[in-house]
């Protein structure tokens, strides 16, 4: 079982950065994919980045490439996401999740889920 708890959210202006956080609790958190994804009001949860177990692989969706930078530290079971450049239609609310094995960027093959940290870019 994993638990994962996200932090760092809040108001930015464009052009902006924050950085989120999300630490796991639970052993073995070394092999877990992880996973940012997001979601505004009214659609759907989309993908953000994802990266594996070791750090050595990552992915973005194509909106937030060169812009974010997702990273891990396992001796601190913590998963973060560096978000430069913030635009406006970044606003949403973020999840962190963990997957066993490795990194997916669709949300149905997460087993666990934070609750959220909202982020919000204004104009």
């Known amino acids: 079982q994993v638990q994962l708890v996200e932090s760092g959210g809040g108001l930015m202006h464009t052009g902006g950065s924050l950085t989120l956080s999300c630490a796991a609790s639970?052993?073995?958190?070394?092999?877990?994919?992880m996973g940012w994804f997001r979601q505004a009001p009214g659609k759907e949860r989309e993908f953000v980045a994802a990266?594996?177990?070791?750090?050595?692989?990552?992915r973005y969706a194509d909106s937030v490439k060169g812009r974010f930078t997702i990273s891990r530290d396992n001796a601190k079971n913590t998963v973060y996401l560096q978000m430069n450049s913030l635009k406006p239609e970044d606003t949403a609310v973020y999840y962190c999740a963990a997957r066993r094995g490795i990194s997916s960027s669709a949300y149905y093959e997460y087993d666990y889920w934070g609750q959220g940290t909202q982020v919000t870019v204004s104009s």
């Open positions: 990266i594996n177990w070791s750090g050595g692989s990552t």
């Open positions: 639970g052993r073995a958190f070394s092999i877990y994919g």
